[in-house]
């Protein structure tokens, strides 16, 4: 009889929990070992605790640096499951919509002279919520689009899913093509600008 | 080969590659090509299952050519490097 192995798509924690434990103590220690390094490109960790860590992203290249975004990663039933990429305010800890993203983490698929096609990585559906939809991310597996592609094929093959990639793709998409403010009629929000050339592929 | 040049040929450096937040310092020949110095890199941190080409070196954000001698760029010694896995295929909306 073949065993059949269920994951759930909830918060609760199935998998042993000193397992997920373990693990999130590992990707967090080494994390903070080269805490100073992405610090300094204005990664800033605002808290961890398992089964959860909290960094905001602040674009350190523009002046005054902005406060562009920040998240919860969650690592409950890791490394059976993804960990799950929240939006939230950094200041009250609630989950953020869609639309109080400044932007939607563009990535550069082609140039054709001048034209450059871009797709957006963080996606929404009616609900509002944002998530990141890339392959080592809980809510990208979990999406009924991408039944095809289970966590399980990545898994532990190189780093998709772990503290250090999540960080630096969050950081990639969300950060580093960011190269000015934008201020429209109302200064109520303020969003920011991409030089097209320097959005990451 | 003349006593210079073999020098020359002979020339390493270190560089501090940061792989998934594991920094590792690989010491290289120059005149190597960046991929042996991220090779390496993967293979100190026990990262071996992914190929090189699904991987990207970065210095302050821009992607560096692994196919390039490391002595083009002109790194200072210790000079830190990002190694990094690329992200894979997601998102479905073309702006």
């Given at each position: 009889m073949s065993e059949e192995i269920i994951i759930s798509?909830?918060?609760?924690?199935?998998?042993d929990p000193t397992v997920s434990r373990k693990k999130f103590d590992l990707e967090t220690q080494d994390f903070l070992q080269s805490y100073s390094r992405y610090r300094k490109r204005g990664i800033i960790l605002l808290g961890y605790e398992f089964p959860n860590i909290k960094l905001a992203f602040m674009a350190v290249k523009i002046n005054p640096a902005p406060l562009v975004f920040a998240v919860e990663i969650n690592f409950t039933n890791y490394d059976l499951e993804a960990p799950s990429v929240k939006f939230i305010n950094?200041?009250?800890d609630t989950p953020i919509d869609i639309?109080?993203?400044?932007?939607?983490?563009p990535r550069k698929i082609g140039q054709l002279k001048n034209q450059i096609n871009l797709q957006t990585l963080v996606l929404s559906q009616a609900d509002k919520i944002p998530f990141f939809c890339i392959p080592g991310v809980r809510e990208y597996h979990n999406h009924p689009a991408h039944t095809g592609d289970s966590w399980l094929l990545h898994?532990?093959?190189?780093?998709?899913?772990t503290l250090g990639f999540l960080v630096e793709k969050l950081y990639q998409y969300g950060i580093s093509g960011i190269n000015g403010f934008q201020f429209p009629g109302s200064f109520q929000k303020v969003t920011v600008t991409f030089d097209p050339q320097t959005i990451p592929e | 080969m003349s006593k210079e040049n073999k020098q020359d040929n002979d020339k390493f450096i270190s560089l501090i590659i940061v792989v998934n937040t594991i920094p590792v310092t690989i010491t290289i020949?120059?005149?190597?090509?960046?991929k042996a110095a991220a090779e390496k890199a993967l293979e100190e941190t026990k990262?071996?299952?992914?190929?090189?080409?699904?991987w990207e070196m970065k210095l302050d954000d821009k992607i560096l050519d692994l196919d390039k001698k490391i002595k083009s760029y002109d790194f200072p010694n210790n000079q830190e490097l990002f190694l990094s896995l690329k992200a894979g295929v997601g998102g479905n909306r073309i702006i």
């Open positions: 798509n909830s918060n609760e924690q199935t998998v950094p200041f009250l639309t109080q993203l400044p932007h939607q983490f898994r532990g093959t190189g780093g998709e899913g | 020949n120059e005149n190597a090509p960046l990262n071996s299952g992914r190929p090189l080409q699904d």
